[in-house]
């Protein structure tokens, strides 16, 4: 019986993990953004980086690491975050797929923990909680949690899952491109996979967002509401009521998430 387990933890261990991470102009951050996926419990992954003609030292800091798993891309003009995106997943061999960007940080587990809670329950498609940190790696005691399960009705009514906690199955879900726009092309990419499989909350802080000046999270609400149209309009085909409608939509379930899922903690 001992064996048996142990044979399916090295199964579950050998399984690909692909990370999935655009830079741009975060020579600040990046450096301890690697190094908590380098001290991931769960080794077998790829960190798929495509810088987007970063004009800092990004390039420097990235060739420091010689560590095979590390893939370095390049975009040959600045493209977004988007393109960036897709061009990684293109280069991902991996079965699971997951997201990082290039200031933000993980804890150790944060992989081990999660295909573990996806394999035990069969799910393809899932997010953690998360922690807020400044600029300088400390927390503000902000808690950020969400649904226990997003269906696809759930999913347009707000982005829950935040960007860095996302992990999907690629075999079931596919490798997902996205359109090409400027803003909110992580939440594209969650309508787009959330049409396969319903989305899972695994209720424990195992990331770290950095709330910097000038993210998105900070722009007024005329900015939010222009992106998020721009979001259903082009890159979720929608016409322009129901694009209006689920716009509107958005920004209601997203002060019921300040609510409900954004605590401060002590």
Not at 25 to 36: H, L, M
Not at 119 to 145: A, C, H, L, M, R
């Amino acid at each position: 019986e001992r064996s048996k387990r142990t044979t399916k933890r090295i199964e579950v261990m050998n399984e690909l993990v692909s990370i999935i991470m655009p830079s741009y102009n975060t020579a600040k951050f990046i450096s301890k953004t690697i190094e908590s996926v380098l001290e991931q419990t769960y080794k077998n992954w790829e960190l798929l980086i495509v810088d987007d003609c970063s004009t800092d030292n990004t390039d420097e800091i990235v060739s420091k690491y010689d560590d095979d798993r590390i893939i370095y891309l390049k975009n040959k003009k600045n493209s977004g975050a988007a393109v960036s995106r897709n061009k990684a997943l293109k280069n991902a061999k991996g079965k699971w797929i997951a997201f990082l960007d290039s200031d933000d940080l993980w804890y150790p587990t944060k992989l081990e923990e999660q295909i573990k809670y996806m394999k035990k329950n069969k799910y393809s498609f899932s997010y953690t909680s998360y922690e807020e940190i400044d600029e300088n790696d400390v927390t503000n005691g902000v808690k950020v949690t969400g649904p226990k399960k997003i269906t696809k009705m759930g999913m347009y009514r707000y982005c829950w899952p935040g960007c860095l906690t996302v992990m999907y199955d690629a075999e079931k879900i596919g490798k997902i491109q996205i359109a090409d726009i400027k803003k909110n092309n992580d939440y594209a990419m969650w309508l787009k996979v959330i049409k396969k499989a319903n989305c899972y909350h695994y209720d424990k802080v195992l990331a770290q967002y950095r709330k910097r000046s000038g993210s998105i999270s900070n722009h007024g609400y005329l900015k939010l509401v222009k992106w998020h149209y721009k979001l259903f309009k082009e890159a979720d085909n929608k016409n322009s009521i129901a694009s209006l409608f689920l716009t509107l939509q958005n920004l209601i379930y997203g002060c019921w998430k300040k609510v409900r899922y954004v605590k401060k903690v002590s």
